[in-house]
């Protein structure tokens, strides 16, 4: 495991959110694999990033098995979580429209790290 600043472990452990708009992946398109900052597992590829103006990069796929979803503590929404370490990555929606996949991974930048390839 990664050792994270006191801002990723905000995010990654106690389960906060970025400003929108101010994390380095919402506006990046580059081709690669968005890995999980706390344990480096595989989370998503950027063919499945799109932009969905929300302030957040979003995904409208995971890699199979990468991501888990519990209700979040708010009662309404589904976080979601690395399957390897438990890492806070930001929520999913669905029925938005945004995609024919029609779902949105909202995800923290400070959640990923990214690997070109």
């Keep these: 495991m990664k050792i994270l600043s006191e801002e990723e472990k905000r995010i990654i452990l106690l389960k906060g959110t ?3 708009f101010s994390g380095k992946y919402n506006d990046f398109y580059e081709k690669g694999i968005y ?4 344990c480096g597992s595989k989370l998503y590829k950027s063919e499945d990033k799109f932009k ?3 302030g957040w990069p979003s995904f409208d796929d995971e890699i199979s098995g990468a991501v888990k979803r ?4 708010d009662g309404v929404r589904t976080e979601i979580v690395c399957s390897n370490c438990n890492a806070h990555l930001g929520h999913v ?3 938005e429209g945004f995609t024919e996949k ?4 909202c995800v923290n930048s400070i959640s990923l790290e990214f690997v070109k390839g």
Aim: hydrophobic residues 20%.
């Design 35 to 38: 890995l999980c900052k706390q």
């Design 102 to 105: 029609n779902i949105r991974h």
């Design 18 to 20: 970025e400003t929108p």
């Design 70 to 73: 519990i209700p979040d503590k």
């Design 93 to 95: 929606f669905e029925g």
């Design 52 to 54: 969905s103006g929300c």
